[in-house]
C-alpha cells in the first residue's frame, strides 16, 4: 500500500522560506518520478514542480527561480525549499508520484502566507 506522509508547512511571512518533505513507502521510489502539487481554496490542484528518477527537473513558472525540488532516494524522501514566499503560494501542498495517481494523496501540509 501506497503511503506518502508530507510535513513542514506552517505560516510563514510573505518574503520568507520554509522546507516541505514528503515520506514514501510502499513504492519503488528510486523508479518513480515524483512531483510536488497545490491546491489552493476554490482552485483545482496543480503541479508545482517534478523530479524525474534521473534528477532532471521541471517547475511551475509560478515557482521558477524560488522553489527547488530535490530528492533523496536513500530515504525515499522528497523535498521541496520555498523561498521568496509570496501570498499566492497559500495552499494546502501534496506529493505524489509524476503523473500523479487518483489513490496515492495523502493529506497533504498547509502552507499560509501572510502578506
Known sequence: QVQLVES???????GGSLRLSCAASGIIFSVNDMGW???AP???RELVA???SSDS????DSVKGRFTISRDNAKN????QMDSLK???T???YCNVYPPRRTNWGQGTQVTVSS
Do not use: C, P, W
Open 57 to 60: 527537473t521541471n517547475y511551475a
Open 50 to 52: 517534478h523530479i524525474a
Open 42 to 44: 476554490g482552485k483545482l
Open 87 to 89: 501570498s499566492e503560494d
Open 77 to 80: 524522501t522528497v523535498s521541496l
Open 8 to 14: 513542514g508547512g506552517g505560516l510563514v511571512q510573505a
Open 91 to 93: 495552499a494546502v501542498y
Open 37 to 39: 502539487y497545490r491546491q
